[in-house]
């Protein structure tokens, strides 16, 4: 059990477009879902969390007007990069836990590659 | 803030010795640890976790312990074998706050 999916795996885009990365809890129901960054070498970066049917919470430094957050299910959160540069690019991850549990669940990341 | 230190950051074990990974928190507050695991190209995945209220827990060749006086949790990956080579991090929660505040991860080679 515990299975968290992403979607895309990889997406290669263009400078000036926008990506959308869904995160689906498979077989539980996650009422918090968080958005991770992680660059080559580095630990994992929090970016925001989201909880379902409510704004997201940003971390500091995080541009909440080009990481869009929406999580509007218990089992899907999308993060859409806005007008993505060749910096955006990264290794996205998202986690989900479910209800009154310490346990987060790991997607298996979305590799963004912005030209 | 939480802050969670870990050591080594990387680590060159020969086939079927055990690895040691360490790591320190700073909040007395934090009361759930676990361990994730990262393969090349994946995201992390629960090895193992333990509560404030339990000093160690063991499954197969895996296990953690945790000392809440030191603030000290640790890793312990016995007999290892090829596929134990990945990236490990150890993370740290307080009830209080959603966030899992992580390590800055241990590269583990398993040589032949």
């Known amino acids: 059990g515990a299975v968290v999916s992403q979607h895309p795996s990889w997406v290669i885009c263009k400078s000036g477009t926008s990506v959308k990365i869904e995160c689906r809890s498979l077989?539980?129901?996650?009422?918090?879902m968080f958005w991770y960054r992680q660059f080559p070498k580095q630990s994992l970066m929090l970016m925001a969390t989201?909880?379902?049917?409510?704004?997201?919470?940003?971390e500091q430094g995080v541009e909440k007007d080009k990481f869009l957050i929406n999580h509007a299910s218990l089992t899907l959160s999308t993060l859409t990069v806005t007008s993505a540069h060749p910096e955006d690019s990264s290794f996205y991850i998202c986690?989900?836990?479910?209800?009154?549990?310490?346990?987060?669940?790991f997607g298996p990341g979305t590799r963004l590659t912005v030209l | 803030g939480e802050n969670v230190e870990q050591h080594p950051s990387t680590l060159s074990v020969q086939e079927g010795d055990s690895a040691v990974i360490k790591c320190t928190y700073s909040?007395?507050?934090?009361?759930?640890f676990p361990w994730y695991k990262q393969e090349l190209g994946k995201g992390p995945q629960l090895i193992i976790d333990?509560?404030?209220?339990?000093g160690e827990k063991k499954d197969q060749r895996i296990a953690v312990t945790l000392n809440k006086t030191a603030k000290h949790f640790s890793l312990h990956i016995t007999e290892t074998q090829p596929e134990d080579s990945a990236v490990y991090f150890c993370?740290?929660?307080?009830?209080?706050?959603?966030?899992?505040?992580f390590g800055k991860g241990t590269r583990l080679h398993i040589l032949p």
């Open positions: 986690s989900a836990r479910s209800p009154g549990r310490n346990e987060q669940f």
């Open positions: 333990i509560r404030s209220n339990v």
């Open positions: 989201s909880n379902e049917g409510s704004k997201a919470t940003y």
């Open positions: 993370a740290s929660l307080m009830n209080r706050d959603d966030k899992i505040i």
């Open positions: 077989d539980f129901q996650a009422t918090t």
């Open positions: 909040d007395s507050a934090s009361n759930y």
